[in-house]
């Protein structure tokens, strides 16, 4: 018996890529849970920042700080040419809009014609360098020895910035929530005729919802890239869904319930995954070892469903704040 | 009874549609709302008088909303231009509306049920600058202005007897008192003019007389009212002016005496018994002489006497006829 998975388990608290899912999902509470805007496509936006990012800092040699701030711009610029046409319509229509332009942006950079900036199919690798070039940690392996908790400088590096970027997140949408913009914002989740007979204009307080809510989406998507290669194909539909579905683990219009339901869903994965194979290695689950992938995506699924009929305001939301029961 | 608005201070011309005011606050020109084949609002020339109470009625149909949702910006006319205090609003969004002074309420009454009473009231404030996405990160730049507006919706709260309410989620409240909040939110802006669609709809009688206060305050802090209404004693108690539409056209305007007894809005909307007052007891009377049902009137007559009013003598009628008789709608609310 290894008891090893625990350990991995316990590693997902502050793996990078679950900093880059809570990341990306506070972007998406922005839009979903604050503003009511149906953004099916957040996958979208991390691609965009994540290709901005590795396309400036990889093929063009940008600094470090440039390629941050292509990110943030090619997100700004993909939410504005989504919700110029699409946020003075019903929501329904952004939903739709925003599903197909992810899967346009996934499609598009894997054609052979980009993929001399691109890396077509290939994607691009090596989108750290500069990002690990400022690495101010000393080098060496530190952590929990004797265990798996143990990371290199670079890797150390990337979870501090990761999940410092979390943090500053959380920060952002609890002042920006508390206020009253936040109060407009809500309002407009509610009622946006409402608001406009109020003397608020509603067009523009959702292009700021779905920019904000899309620059984290892109920052995710940068976060996401620094510890591994870019490719394409991480950026589909299915991405988008399990954002959603650490939306509604941690609870739709909450300030940490993104934080929280990714770690939630990370952790349930790897441990699941860990007990599985254990079972299947004790002879006790039918299985094999190829088959615990998708069945841990089952178990999730289940605890979704179970989630969504017994606690449907996620973890930390408020039954009031609740829009589809 | 509330102080009307003398005829003579709203206009010195023959009364009829489409008349010149002395001071309109809002003048509507050949405003028209086409929605394929059919004509909601085809209005040739209206204007609001400032400082009064205006209804607008009419039948189902006859396009009050869709000319309210005009003037406020929420729908586009095919043709027309009208202007809000001197100043075109052709084209303008509902948002700027709002802001230039001119706040509405809806049919279906819109208050954020997600949100508290007191979050609702504080929405409907103007010049926040916490609203700025920039601004509102920095708490000490908007939290002087956020206590003024607190402190005004609680005045508001107060007037409206929600104040015990104001940490309750708008979900909370009655149809009723959802109203009453929509109405004390669209106040919050300081507008020059309310428009109310359908204030009474839903509204519990008791409630009634305290709204219809609330509206008569509204004209004596000195705001232009204007609003659409079925109820007929609310238009009687407190307009000052009445504009009839019927088929998307203003058929017929003025004092709500003469209005109520032209006999073209009488046909269209009103019935015979318009302005007969069914709250009370003579009221209900007059009505039943009229009707064929003596059930009907022997049981009116029954209350009357009970409560001392004289009841006209009549001939009996055969009381086989109460029984096959229909018995009309109007005789209860």
Known sequence: ?325 | MPEKTLVSDITDDVIVPGVKKKDPIVVAHAVSRRFGGLTAVDVAHLEIPRGSITALIGPNGAGKTTFFNLLTGFDKPNTGNWTFKGKSLAGVPAFKVSRMGMVRTFQLTKALSGMTVLENMRLGATKQGGENIFVSLFKPLWKAKEDEITERAMQLLAKFKLDTKKDDYASSLSGGQKKLLEMARALMSSPELVMLDEPMAGVNPALTQSLLGHIVNLKDEGMTVLFVEHDMHMVNTIADWVVVMAEGKVVAEGPPSTVMSDPAVIDAYLGAHHATDLGTIEGQLEVAEDMESDLVRSEVEHDAEAAGIAVPSHEPSPSTDAASTPVDGEEKK
Not at chain 1, 74 to 81: K, Q, R, S
Not at chain 1, 229 to 234: A, G, I, K, M
Not at chain 1, 269 to 296: C, F, M, N
């Open chain 1, 1 to 325: 018996m290894n008891g090893n998975f625990i350990w991995l388990a316990i590693g997902q608290i502050f793996d990078p890529t679950v900093a880059a899912y809570a990341l990306a999902t506070i972007g998406l509470v922005i839009h979903f849970g604050f503003t009511g805007l149906l953004n099916f496509g957040q996958a979208g936006f991390m691609a965009v920042g994540g290709y901005c990012f590795a396309i400036t800092s990889v093929i063009y040699d940008w600094p470090l700080w440039g390629s941050f701030l292509a990110a943030i711009a090619g997100a700004t610029v993909f939410a504005l040419i989504l919700g110029i046409p699409t946020l003075r319509l019903r929501a329904d229509y952004l939903s739709i809009v925003t599903i197909a332009a992810a899967e346009i942006i996934r499609l598009s950079v894997k054609t052979p014609e980009f993929s001399e900036v691109t890396g077509g199919s290939e994607g691009i690798n090596g989108a750290a360098k500069a990002f690990n070039a400022i690495n101010p940690l000393p080098e060496g392996r530190f952590g929990i020895m004797g265990t798996p908790l143990v990371y290199n400088q670079d890797q150390w590096w990337i979870r501090i910035v990761g999940w410092g970027l979390v943090a500053l997140a959380c920060l952002l949408v609890f002042l920006l929530m508390r206020s009253p913009w936040g109060r407009v914002i809500m309002g407009i989740r509610e009622d946006e005729d409402a608001v406009r007979s109020l003397g608020k204009n509603v067009f523009s307080y959702k292009i700021q919802a779905l920019i904000l809510g899309g620059v984290l989406g892109g920052l995710a998507g940068v976060v996401f890239i620094l510890p591994r290669s870019l490719q394409p194909d991480n950026y589909g539909t299915q991405l988008t869904f399990f954002l959603y579905t650490i939306m509604l683990l941690g609870g739709a219009a909450t300030v940490f319930g993104p934080v929280v339901g990714s770690i939630i869903f990370w952790v349930t994965l790897s441990l699941t995954d860990g007990l599985l194979s254990l079972g299947i290695e004790a002879g006790v689950l039918p299985l094999t070892t190829t088959q615990t992938g998708p069945i841990r995506f089952i178990i999730v699924g289940v605890a979704l469903m179970l989630l969504v009929i017994f606690r449907p305001q996620g973890i930390f939301g408020k039954k009031k704040d609740l829009h589809f029961a």
